[in-house]
C-alpha cells in the first residue's frame, strides 16, 4: 500500500513538472515574439499621411533661388528704421 501512494505522488510531480515546462515554454515564445516585433528594423520609405505629404511637396517646390526677392520687402522696412 505505501508503494501506490508513493506513485500517485510520483505521477502529480511528473503532471506538475510538465505543466510548468509547458507554460515556461509558452511565457518564452511570447516573450521571443514580443522582443522580435521591437526590434524589427523600420521601412526604408516612411509613410506619410495626405497633410503630411501636401507640407513636403510645398516645401520641395519652394523656389530657394529667389529667396532675395522673397526679403526685399522686409529689407526695405528694415532700413527704413
Known amino acids: 500500500m505505501a508503494s501506490a501512494g508513493g506513485n500517485s505522488k510520483f505521477a502529480i510531480i511528473i ?4 505543466a ?4 515556461g515554454g509558452f511565457w518564452w515564445y511570447l516573450k521571443r515574439a514580443e522582443y522580435s516585433a521591437l ?3 523600420p521601412s526604408l ?10 507640407d ?3 516645401i520641395n517646390s519652394a523656389d530657394s533661388a ?3 526677392m522673397e526679403f526685399k ?7 527704413k528704421l
Open 56 to 58: 513636403i511637396s510645398d
Open 73 to 79: 520687402s522686409i529689407d526695405e522696412d528694415l532700413n
Open 20 to 23: 510548468v515546462l509547458i507554460a
Open 15 to 18: 503532471v506538475v513538472a510538465i
Open 45 to 54: 520609405t516612411p509613410r506619410f499621411d495626405k497633410d503630411t505629404q501636401a
Open 39 to 41: 526590434t524589427a528594423s
Open 66 to 68: 529667389d529667396l532675395d
